[in-house]
């Protein structure tokens, strides 16, 4: 696809005194639909001659400061401008979550006197400027800076704030983000199990567990119907899980019903174990009661919700 023109530079006036730095073209696309950031990096321009005409370089983008993982754009050969047009997707993040994060997108040249790769610049970009109005790629282009950010100083998930704007309060066993939609007409609850972040052991045996969620539909105090997930590793899975509830007909207030989530740990070799639980429902504990209030009064519109699982210990 063909680059569009760049919004604008970097706002800061470059010193008289500097050379120019190099500069960064990027698009950017979020679908509403998929729950997906896609990143595309057009290429670099102006990187320091010093490195000379057949250098070898490459990008890298990371996610702050969900995603551990750095994703990186295959090497470009002899250029003091390459050119990329490499795309990379961070998915099952909504609009909201989105907007809080940063991506950090760094250059490195490689040269081969040197056995490590050498730090040209990078940009850390707040998703909250862009508009995301339109279904067309936003373009940009920016200037890299020299300095290198500790990454351990960015933002660490507990200090992200939930949509209602209130803390999103953390427990030594983790936290469920879930979203849920009543669908009115067809009488029945669509729950999606999205994620989970900073989940605890239950053993000291090293390497990563496997987590599943199973999820019951109560009713008067008793089981109507039961889901699980597949399983997904580490301890921060990720399922975007979708499950579909039929729900008795009545209003939905009126109505004693209740979701419990029940997160379970395991390993190949030994059975899954109860790590703990969430229960939304009008008798359930705030964030439950709210997040139940929240999916009834808003018929057809999905409300998603971190909810702090709590351990069957306590």
Same mark, same amino acid.
């Given at each position: 696809?063909?680059?569009?023109?760049?919004?604008?530079?970097?706002?800061?006036?470059?010193?008289?005194?500097?050379?120019?730095?190099?500069?960064?073209?990027?698009?950017?696309?979020?679908?509403?639909?998929?729950?997906?950031?896609?990143?595309?990096?057009?290429?670099? /321009?102006?990187?320091?001659? &010093?490195?000379?005409?057949?250098? *070898?370089?490459?990008?890298?983008?990371?996610?702050?400061?969900?995603?551990?993982?750095?994703?990186?754009?295959?090497?470009?050969?002899?250029?003091?401008?390459?050119?990329?047009?490499?795309?990379?997707?961070?998915?099952?993040?909504?609009?909201?979550?989105?907007?809080?994060? &940063?991506?950090?997108?760094?250059?490195?040249?490689?040269?081969?006197?040197?056995?490590?790769?050498?730090?040209?610049?990078?940009?850390?970009?707040?998703?909250?400027? *862009?508009?995301?109005?339109? *279904?067309?790629?936003?373009?940009?282009?920016?200037?890299?800076?020299?300095?290198?950010? &500790?990454? &351990?100083?960015?933002?660490?998930?507990?200090?992200?704030?939930?949509?209602?704007?209130?803390?999103? /309060?953390?427990?030594?066993?983790?936290?469920?983000?879930?979203?849920?939609?009543?669908?009115?007409?067809?009488?029945?609850?669509?729950?999606?199990?999205?994620?989970?972040?900073?989940?605890?052991?239950?053993?000291?045996?090293?390497? !990563?567990?496997? /987590?599943?969620?199973?999820?019951?539909?109560?009713?008067?105090?008793?089981?109507? !119907?039961?889901?699980?997930?597949?399983?997904?590793?580490?301890?921060?899975?990720?399922?975007?899980?979708?499950?579909?509830?039929?729900?008795?007909?009545?209003?939905?207030?009126?109505?004693?019903? !209740?979701?419990?989530?029940?997160?379970?740990?395991?390993?190949?070799?030994?059975?899954?174990?109860?790590?703990?639980?969430?229960?939304?429902?009008?008798?359930?504990?705030?964030?439950?009661?709210?997040?139940?209030?929240?999916?009834?009064?808003?018929? /057809?519109?999905?409300?998603?919700?971190?909810?702090?699982?709590?351990?069957?210990?306590?």
């Amino acid at each position: 696809t063909a680059m569009g023109p760049p919004l604008g530079h970097s706002q800061t006036a470059p010193d008289m005194k500097t050379k120019s730095r190099p500069l960064l073209h990027f698009t950017l696309f979020y679908s509403s639909y998929e729950m997906t950031l896609t990143v595309s990096v057009i290429g670099l /321009h102006n990187l320091p001659k &010093k490195f000379g005409p057949n250098c *070898d370089s490459y990008v890298r983008v990371r996610l702050l400061p969900k995603v551990a993982e750095t994703q990186q754009t295959a090497m470009r050969r002899k250029s003091l401008n390459p050119d990329f047009r490499e795309s990379f997707q961070f998915s099952g993040y909504s609009l909201e979550e989105i907007r809080c994060f &940063k991506l950090r997108f760094a250059a490195y040249v490689k040269e081969f006197h040197n056995l490590k790769d050498t730090f040209v610049g990078e940009l850390l970009f707040p998703l909250e400027q *862009d508009g995301w109005e339109s *279904d067309a790629p936003s373009t940009y282009t920016r200037e890299l800076t020299t300095t290198r950010t &500790k990454l &351990k100083k960015c933002l660490s998930s507990q200090d992200m704030v939930n949509p209602t704007g209130g803390p999103v /309060h953390t427990k030594p066993v983790g936290q469920l983000f879930i979203l849920l939609q009543y669908q009115t007409l067809a009488n029945r609850i669509k729950v999606m199990v999205r994620k989970a972040e900073s989940l605890g052991r239950l053993t000291r045996i090293p390497g !990563s567990p496997d /987590h599943s969620v199973i999820i019951n539909l109560y009713k008067d105090g008793k089981v109507i !119907s039961g889901k699980e997930t597949k399983t997904s590793s580490g301890y921060n899975p990720v399922w975007n899980a979708p499950f579909l509830f039929d729900i008795p007909s009545g209003n939905i207030e009126s109505l004693a019903l !209740s979701l419990e989530f029940i997160v379970m740990q395991g390993r190949i070799y030994t059975r899954s174990c109860v790590l703990g639980r969430v229960l939304i429902g009008a008798d359930a504990p705030e964030t439950g009661r709210m997040h139940w209030k929240e999916m009834s009064s808003r018929g /057809h519109v999905e409300t998603a919700r971190w909810h702090a699982i709590q351990s069957d210990a306590l």
